[in-house]
T-cell receptor
Framework: DTGVSQDPRHKITKRGQNVTFRCDPI?????LYWYRQTLGQGPEFLTY????????KSRLLSDRFSAERPKGSFSTLEIQRTEQGDSAMYLC????????????FGPGTRLTVT | AQSVTQLGSHVSVSEGALVLLRCNYS??????LFWYVQYPNQGLQLLLK??????LVKGINGFEAEFKKSETSFHLTKPSAHMSDAAEYFC????????????FGEGTQLTVNP
């Protein structure tokens, strides 16, 4: 049984460029979450999917951010026109449907915007 | 709304000493509570969870936590610290009406001295 995987692990980009991250959840998990973690802080919720439906988005998710989970399996998080303030660790987690509630996290994608 | 406060951003103990990491929560609904551990440049690993079945919860690596409703606390303890316990620890809360999103505290960095 493989855990949650994320790709890439590290991304360095120049301000104004677009970036896309991928998350592959644990295979039987139908909920998928994205969080952002800045240095010295706890993770902050961005959005989550149940199967292919995006059910909630945080106010942190500006219109430059978009997330998809087209077939209810893997998910992508795209950031358009990156800004230096987007530099952070982007964490993906998955869980079974509500009732169990523990989330299993991937290793994260560290984004550096120069 | 839910929130978590972790008292002490840095805790330092000697190897073999008791570990106590403090977490207080605020929730308008019965909470689900979690402790996660994060090693440098890695994702979060679940240590233990409280889901109302028992107030004393045992987790991995010898950690346990006690849910005290009257004190709105969920402190993490380990009787004897090991060098490998050095990491950042996060307390998190979720609730029925929050879509299972996790709200994290700011974390406590645990240092274990030889």
């Amino acid at each position: 049984d493989t855990g949650v995987s994320q790709d890439p692990r590290h991304k360095i980009t120049k301000r104004g460029q677009n970036v896309t991250f991928r998350c592959d959840p644990i295979s039987e998990h139908n909920r998928l979450y994205w969080y952002r973690q800045t240095l010295g802080q706890g993770p902050e919720f961005l959005t989550y999917f149940q199967n292919e439906a995006q059910l909630e988005k945080s106010r942190l998710l500006s219109d430059r951010f978009s997330a998809e989970r087209p077939k209810g399996s893997f998910s992508t998080l795209e950031i358009q026109r990156t800004e230096q303030g987007d530099s952070a660790m982007y964490l993906c987690a998955s869980s079974l449907k509500a009732g169990v509630r523990e989330q299993y996290f991937g290793p994260g994608t560290r984004l550096t915007v120069t | 709304a839910q929130s978590v406060t972790q008292l002490g951003s840095h805790v330092s103990v000697s190897e073999g000493a008791l570990v106590l990491l403090r977490c207080n929560y605020s929730s308008s609904v019965p909470p689900y509570l979690f402790w996660y551990v994060q090693y440098p440049n890695q994702g979060l690993q679940l240590l233990l969870k409280y889901t109302s079945a028992a107030t004393l919860v045992k987790g991995i690596n010898g950690f346990e936590a006690e849910f005290k409703k009257s004190e709105t606390s969920f402190h993490l303890t380990k009787p004897s610290a090991h060098m490998s316990d050095a990491a950042e620890y996060f307390c998190a809360v979720s609730g029925e009406t929050s879509g299972s999103r996790l709200t994290f505290g700011e974390g406590t960095q645990l240092t274990v001295n030889p």
